[in-house]
């Protein structure tokens, strides 16, 4: 069976976006930020490699069934000793750049919680991470959001092994089949125009509907709606019913190839908009606060 040699999703975001960088001459604190962030994932994902998968095909194909993800924490091979180590590279990161990610503020050696299996299970599963009386200053979005960026090297190794383990086109959910995460980027195929989701942690895609909110399964067709930029190439789809926005770029618009992880950065004036608008994005991830200038 098809397993990539090498794992390189995050190597080649990277060197997407230093090329972009310098050939646009962004220079802003967040996308310096970002590239930073990237070198350490890019290193922690080359040492994590492609574990072999144990999950027999029986049980894979239960969980798929079922709409359960596939990856669960206690069978998986992480080293948590060194998982624990990007988690606070990390974190020390994120408290040099509160300027422009001021939801980091509170984060400080003190009230981090130890990164366990148990921890990164928690967030698999949506569950609140840590309470307000024990680490007050500790905003439970900032810890989701390194939890989600301490896994995401980590997990993008599991989604190319489980890649040609199933078959994406039928799961057809609005989670991630593969570690449960919601999306974070879209794109439509070259050949059709079908949606496909990015999972937001573990970059899988999957086949997914049109005109579906993939975060409340609003399918009411009057509280949904898209917007394309100029070059229609970009478009964000927007959810009434639940406030949330989707990025997608149109890969027939689109002239060379294109890596979906580095789109989903470079897009940041289009979260910026949609935010201004009054939509959130679902996801943990990272965004500028709109109010700080750059
Ligand atoms: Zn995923
Ligand atoms: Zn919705």
Redesign the pocket.
């Known amino acids: 069976m098809y397993k990539p040699e090498i794992n390189d999703t995050t190597s080649k975001i990277l060197k997407g976006l230093e090329e972009w960088a310098g050939e646009s001459a962004h220079s802003s604190r967040f996308f310096e930020f970002y590239l930073k962030l990237l070198r350490i994932q890019a290193e922690a994902e080359h040492r994590a490699g492609i574990p072999a998968i144990g999950l027999g095909q029986e049980e894979l194909n239960r969980r798929v069934l079922n709409g359960t993800?596939l990856?669960k924490m206690h069978e998986t091979d992480i080293d948590w000793n060194y998982a624990g180590s990007i988690y606070k590279n990390l974190a020390e990161l994120f408290m040099e750049y509160t300027d422009i990610l001021p939801g980091f503020a509170g984060i400080s050696d003190d009230n981090l919680p130890a990164f366990t299996a148990g921890l990164a299970q928690s967030w698999l599963d949506g569950s609140i991470l840590v309470s307000g009386a024990e680490a007050p200053e500790l905003e439970p979005q900032a810890l989701a959001t390194l939890v989600h960026h301490t896994l995401r090297p980590f997990?993008t190794g599991y989604?190319l092994a489980f890649k040609e383990r199933f078959n994406q086109n039928s799961w057809r959910r609005g989670h991630?089949?593969?570690?449960?995460?919601v999306p974070s980027f879209s794109y439509l195929d070259k050949e059709k125009g079908a949606r496909y989701l990015v999972?937001?942690?573990?970059?899988?895609d999957w086949l997914f509907q049109r005109l579906d909110c993939p975060f409340c399964h609003n399918v009411e067709q009057t509280l949904l709606s898209y917007r394309t930029d100029e070059t229609g190439l970009y478009r964000v789809y927007f959810c009434e019913k639940c406030k949330h926005y989707l990025k997608a770029v149109d890969l027939r618009k689109a002239a060379g190839d294109v890596n979906l992880g580095l789109e989903t950065i470079i897009t940041a004036d289009l979260d910026r908009q949609a935010q201004e608008l009054g939509y959130t994005s679902a996801e943990n991830r990272l965004t500028e606060d709109p109010s700080s200038a750059l």
């Not at 991630?176 to 995460?181: A, D, K, L, R």
């Not at 999972?199 to 899988?204: I, K, L, V």
Request: aromatic letters at 0%; charged letters at 0%.
């Open positions: 993800s990856i997990l989604a991630c089949p593969v570690c449960g995460s999972c937001s942690c573990c970059n899988t």
